[in-house]
Every structure is written in C-alpha cells, then in structure tokens.
C-alpha cells in the first residue's frame, strides 16, 4: 500500500491540483486543513468536519504532549482512534506554539526548554522528542521541528535560526528514519524558514531538498507581516520548492488569502479563522465576512449565506444564530463553525474544479471581486 504519493492531475498557471494519497486516505489539493489543536476541531464532532468535506484535519504537539500526554494517547490508541476521526492528520512539531505560549522559554542548540502554560511545569521540546510525540500520536504528515524568530526580528537573528533550522531538521529526519512501523506508513515535511528574505529562503530551500521530505512547507509567514508582504514571499518561496512535491502555507489564512497563495502553486493550508471565527460570531461569506452580533440580523429570516448547502443553513436563520450568539449558547459556536467550515471546502472545491477547468484566472478575479468588494457596508467586520 502507498505509503505517500502525490499525483498533479491538472495545472493552470503556476497552480496545481491532484491528490496526496496516503493510507488513512486520500486528500485533494489544494486542500484546507481544519484545526484540530487539542484532539477536537472545536464544537464540531468528527463526523461534521468530514461531511464538510474535509480529508485531512491537525493536531498539535506543544498541546497533546502537555495535556493529555503523547504517551497517554499512545496507549489509548493513537490519536485517530482517541478522538474518533479515521482519515489522515497532520501534527505541527509544537516549534511555533513553544515560543508563543509558553514561558520562561531557552533556545539551546539541544531544543527548547520552557515551562507550561497550563501549569508552569518544566519540559524540553527538541527534534527528537518532537517527532517521538508526533510518532506516538501516530500522525500521519509530521512536520520538521524548527525554531521561529518575528519576521520584524534583525537580519542575523533572522540567518541564524533559520540554518539552526536546518540543522533541526536533519535530526527530525533522522528521528523519523529511526521510528519503524510508523515510519513505513506515515511522511515527514521539511519547513523553509528565512522570513522575508530571498537569499535566506533560498539557502533554506537548498539545505532541505538535500536532506530530502515528502513535502515542503512555507513557514515564518502569516504571524503579522501583512497579506501584501506574504504574497511578496510566496511569489519567491514557492519557485524554490521541488515541483513535483506538496506546497504547504502554514497558518493561512483568509479566504482571500487561500485564493491568492493557489494561483501562486500552493497545495495545503490550515488555518483557526473558519473556527475561531464561528465562536466569535463571525460568518463567511462569498460577500465577505458578516457579524452576527450586529443588530442588523436581529429580524433577518435569511439563512447565514443565500444558497448554502450546510446543514446550518438549510434550516437556521440569521435571526435565530443572532439570538443564539447575543444569549452565548453553545449552538450558536456550533451552527457557526459548521456553515464556516463548508464554506471553506466549497471555496477549495471550487478551486480544485477551476485549475482542472483551467480557469482559474476568472474564477480568482469573480472570488475576490465579490468577497472584498464590501458593497453592503453596514454589519461588514
Ligand atoms: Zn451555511
């Protein structure tokens, strides 16, 4: 059985569409991963994200290690079977989290020791005990260990975490290598590192083609540099990348965001908006983003977007997910994620049918015409 394959079936432009076949599944490209952090993608059961259409969701090592407990998961029976969901996950190496949540963090050529932020005690993430927490959650995609730094940081700092990168993900995958039975079945991705910089995108490039992934990340980007730099990135990031290899944008993004980086050869992306967004009260929509907290919807018999087919709105009105998300009831989160969700795949699916149509370039200009164009300005987040 395949262990892991991609298969381009179409390109249009420099965007490609295909399929990562893997044994838990396969996954269309390009693909949105939902995020599910903690072994849950929120207020959704499993069986809601996959009828969202989703192939593949995430899970997280900083979380899963501290709470509650890789080895814990492990015993019970992997991550798939703890949370009830069959087809592929891919885990983050927790190198981002480790720096953004937690405290009293060290930077040693060793790892990275810090103390929890549930409850301050001490631990030591390094490419080691990365990949062997992504191993025991039996991840399918594990990702490179790596070391971030802000993209505003200096140009040195910038060099230097990028090649200690490196170095980090030659023994990711070397750990990986040395992991059996979930090695034979599971693939590991390399992470470019670099910031905004084409010579240190380049140099990161090189170094992980020689050490050679299954697939290849963008990383350091969508952390507060702005959608104009990002696509600055991209346009060189991407060319840099083996072809014939997935191109994964970590943490992006907006919708708009997804359309821009696909025309631009991107494969795979994860993002909380769709998530996060539906317990903050905020809907997609292919007008743009509406607020269901605004008073406007109050007496809106409209379901949350005309002509969606969610579950959400084939029976549920504006009106009535107001009056959930004003009263803080737990349906409104639930109703909301689930509309956000399919929203996504349906943009990915609409995606995947204009590469292969091979009109993409209408499709892009129709997407974002309607969804920035704002023509309706009251309520509009
Ligand atoms: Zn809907």
Redesign the pocket.
């Known amino acids: 059985m395949t262990r892991f394959s991609f298969a381009i079936s179409a390109t249009d432009g420099a965007a490609r569409t295909g399929i990562i076949a893997m044994q838990r599944g396969e996954i269309r490209t390009p693909a949105f991963m939902p995020v599910g952090t903690a072994a849950t993608v929120k207020a959704m059961r499993p069986e809601e994200v996959r009828a969202s259409d989703a192939d593949i969701i995430l899970g997280n090592t900083y979380h899963l290690m501290l709470r509650p407990g890789a080895e814990r998961v492990a015993k019970l029976g992997g991550l798939h079977r703890f949370m009830a969901w069959e087809r592929p996950i891919l885990t983050h190496s927790g190198g981002y989290q480790v720096m953004s949540l937690s405290e009293l963090t060290k930077v040693t050529e060793e790892g990275v020791a810090f103390a929890s932020h549930l409850d301050g005690s001490r631990h030591m993430l390094s490419p080691e005990r990365s990949i062997e927490v992504q191993r025991l959650l039996d991840s399918d995609i594990v990702m490179q260990f790596d070391q971030l730094v802000p993209t505003a940081s200096s140009r040195e700092q910038q060099a230097e975490a990028m090649e200690r990168s490196i170095r980090w993900a030659k023994r990711s995958r070397d750990e990986f290598d040395r992991g059996g039975d979930h090695a034979g079945r599971a693939a590991i991705f390399g992470i470019q590192q670099g910031a905004l910089d084409v010579a240190l995108r380049k140099a990161s490039a090189e170094a992980l083609i020689d050490i050679g992934f299954d697939g290849y990340a963008v990383g350091g980007l969508a952390v507060g540099e702005g959608q104009e730099a990002m696509l600055g990135c991209v346009d060189f990031a991407v060319d840099m990348l083996p072809a014939d290899k997935p191109h994964y944008l970590m943490g992006v993004g907006k919708p708009d965001d997804i359309v821009e980086a696909v025309l631009r050869g991107i494969d795979m992306f994860d993002c909380v908006l769709p998530t996060r967004s539906g317990r903050t009260g905020q809907a997609f929509t292919a007008n743009g983003a509406i607020n269901l907290r605004n008073a406007r919807f109050a007496d809106d018999g409209e379901?949350?977007?005309a002509g969606?087919p969610?579950p959400?709105?084939a029976v549920f009105t504006r009106a009535y997910v107001h009056h959930l998300v004003k009263s803080g009831e737990i349906l409104g989160a639930m109703l909301m994620t689930q509309?956000n969700l399919?929203f996504y795949q349906r943009l990915m699916q609409g995606l995947r049918e204009a590469i292969t149509g091979k009109r993409l370039r209408g499709f892009a200009e129709e997407f974002l015409r309607r969804y920035t164009l704002k023509s309706d300005p009251v309520g509009w987040t």
């Open positions: 379901p949350l977007e969606c969610c959400a709105c509309h399919w």
